[in-house]
């Protein structure tokens, strides 16, 4: 189970915009994150390379966690809003809930629920629809 202070550290970076770094920080050598229900991807190093691609993509991010945070012995479930600003000045805004299990500090096991559609980028402001 994760001790409060080591969540909120948590929290801070990813509300910081460093999702690598948290990757880095907080997540085990054989962690998983899984997209709802597509196959999980395996391993802290992968996890840290796919997001730094989809960080690359970006102009800008937001990262907001929508408190309370639920914590029930070794799982923790978090709200998320994300805003992404895209090259081409297109934007997608998203809101996901992460089911987490932990081992002691770290992170072992993340699964992410959210409507897929939210994915669609948005035309930037002000572009012709």
């Given at each position: 189970m994760p001790s409060s202070d080591?969540?909120?550290r948590f929290i801070a970076l990813v509300e910081s915009n460093a999702h690598d770094?948290?990757?880095e920080?907080?997540?085990a050598p054989h962690a998983s994150m899984q997209e709802n229900?597509?196959?999980p991807r395996v391993g802290r190093d992968q996890?840290?390379?796919g997001e730094r691609k989809v960080m690359a993509r970006a102009t800008s991010i937001e990262s907001r966690c929508v408190r309370p945070v639920f914590?029930?012995?070794d799982h923790v479930v978090i709200r998320w809003v994300f805003r992404f600003v895209w090259q081409d000045d297109s934007v997608t805004e998203m809101e996901e809930l992460a089911h987490q299990r932990w081992d002691g500090e770290r992170i072992v096991q993340e699964q992410f629920f959210y409507d897929p559609a939210q994915r669609k980028p948005q035309p930037p402001?002000?572009?012709a629809i």
């Open positions: 080591t969540l909120e770094q948290a990757i920080d907080f997540y229900q597509a196959p996890l840290v390379t914590v029930n012995g402001p002000g572009a």
